[in-house]
């Protein structure tokens, strides 16, 4: 074979070793730009529909705590709570009035919330369910004012007590107690005080009238600065911090609403987010990688510290009585209402609040916060966000009917906010982010295969030209030795002719 021909199955082989070797480092840089291109965010970006209406169903799930004995609590006997649920609501979210801002790469929204009561996943129950709790509005006013140093307030408070007949705990219909509102006369009478609006509708409910409506307005990043900044908090209800807590640490508004969360993230990543239910910013932490369907994800939860007394947490404290593990005091961001967030049944809480009560039984795998995260695009594709509603039971002072109870951290409902992304999605996306890394995989090593053939066959191509070259001159000089040869006076064949005549 001709020189030029073994140089080029050389070259050949080289360059498909080089490229088998440079492009599975190149290719990652590729596929990252052309992801980023993807997620963000602007009006004509392929991902926006998504970001302005999630398309995957989202499920709010609420358990009471019926009180089953209120006399004997009155007396002073253990509160004996039987939770009942789960009261099942699916969640519609849309995003509008939405203001892009080029300049500092933001987009400013309100995003709407809409309950539908979904009967059949709800366990047999409905909102006519009657539920016994403590009253909120009677330990809001009372609480209220027990802090005021006039006795005569106090005797007023009896008097507005007897004539809109508040009682120590109420029985009212689940929705009721939700979303729809029950009449309570007395904040209508409130209102021409306090000028609330939603006073002056005289109903509360613990999400009333928080359906069909929004939690304010989020300014975010956009993404086009950096991916750094992809749909971080910048502003909520037009400031850049909140204004309820101690110090500027604890009034910080960090990460993101939790739909979606900046890359990269690692097992070292610590996520970021700020939760308006709780009004404060939560940290989660990295705990294992799971899978749904072919998918792996990144499993985030929320630690113990979060919640913790600790000298960090400090700034959260209301009172003494409510600075607990795993809770923190709203009254700060709720008007003054003593109302307690936590995780369900004091998950990850003292012993001393969770003994208090007869009816609760923490568990990790039905009352845990957590996050499952893709880590290529930063996207929630499974969460569970584990909300408690207390209020402390107390013998304040304006209101002589508690004046027997066992002081006590009384939980009225928990909710189970959920979305899980539906598998044949999260196949899909892997077959978009993992397979091409896969086949490009593949394909470079058996590029690298086919070079390393190649350069074998271009070596033994040269070895046998080689050898070829040096023999060919020296079977030459044999051929030409024997031509020149003198001929033997004596023909050996001569003495054999005679067997071949014939006779």
Not at 208 to 217: C, F, H, R, V
Not at 318 to 347: I, Q, W
Not at 422 to 446: F, H, Q, W
């Amino acid at each position: 074979m001709k020189v030029c021909g073994i140089v080029t199955i050389c070259l050949l082989g080289i360059a498909f070793i080089v490229v088998g070797l440079v492009f599975p480092q190149v290719f990652p840089g590729i596929m990252e730009k052309q992801l980023g291109k993807k997620l963000l965010l602007r009006p004509d970006s392929p991902t926006i529909g998504n970001f302005l209406s999630p398309p995957i169903p989202i499920f709010m799930q609420f358990y009471f705590f019926n009180v089953t004995n209120p006399k004997g609590i009155l007396n002073g006997d253990t509160p004996v709570l039987n939770q009942m649920g789960p009261f099942t609501y699916e969640e519609k979210r849309l995003k509008y009035d939405l203001l892009w801002e080029t300049h500092d790469a933001t987009v400013t929204y309100k995003q709407n919330k809409t309950f539908f009561f979904r009967p059949e996943l709800s366990n047999g129950l409905d909102e006519d369910t009657l539920i016994t709790v403590i009253n909120p509005v009677l330990i809001s006013l009372a609480a209220k004012v027990s802090n005021v140093k006039y006795e005569f307030a106090k005797g007023l408070f009896e008097l507005i007590k007897l004539r809109f007949e508040l009682h120590p705990f109420i029985t009212r219909k689940a929705g009721e107690l939700l979303f729809h509102g029950y009449q309570e006369d007395i904040l209508a009478f409130a209102s021409t005080f306090t000028g609330d609006p939603i006073h002056a509708t005289g109903k509360f409910g613990f999400f009333y009238p928080k359906n069909g409506s929004n939690d304010g307005t989020y300014k975010v990043g956009t993404g086009a600065d950096g991916l750094e900044n992809l749909q971080i908090i910048d502003e909520w209800r037009g400031s850049p911090t909140l204004h309820f807590w101690k110090t500027d640490v604890c009034n910080m508004i960090n990460g993101t609403e939790g739909s979606q969360f900046p890359r990269p993230i690692t097992p070292d990543t610590q996520i970021r987010m700020y939760s308006s239910d709780l009004c404060r910013s939560l940290y989660f932490n990295f705990e294992k990688k799971v899978y749904h369907g072919n998918l792996e994800l990144y499993r985030y939860i929320l630690p113990y510290d979060v919640l913790a007394q600790t000298p960090e947490n400090e700034c959260f404290c209301a009172d003494e009585f409510t600075c607990r593990d795993s809770m923190v005091n709203l009254s700060p961001c709720k008007k003054g209402s003593p109302v307690l967030a936590s995780t369900p049944h004091f998950y990850m809480g003292a012993n001393e609040s969770i003994n208090a009560i007869v009816g609760l039984n923490p568990s990790k795998f039905e009352h845990e916060t957590f996050l499952d995260i893709e880590p290529n695009t930063g996207v929630t594709f499974q969460a569970h966000k584990r909300i408690q509603i207390s209020m402390p039971l107390k013998r304040y002072s304006a209101l002589s009917a508690l004046s027997k109870v066992k002081e006590v951290i009384l939980p009225i409902v928990w909710l189970n906010e959920s979305a899980l992304v539906p598998e044949d999605r999260a196949n899909a996306l892997y077959s978009k982010l993992t397979m091409p890394t896969i086949v490009v995989g593949y394909v470079c090593m058996a590029l690298m295969a086919l070079g390393t053939l190649l350069l074998i066959l271009a070596v033994t191509l040269a070895v046998r030209n080689f050898k070829a070259q040096h023999q060919a001159p020296n079977k030459s000089k044999h051929n030409g030795n024997l031509k020149n040869a003198p001929v033997n006076e004596y023909d050996r064949s001569e003495g054999y002719k005679h067997l071949f005549v014939k006779t």
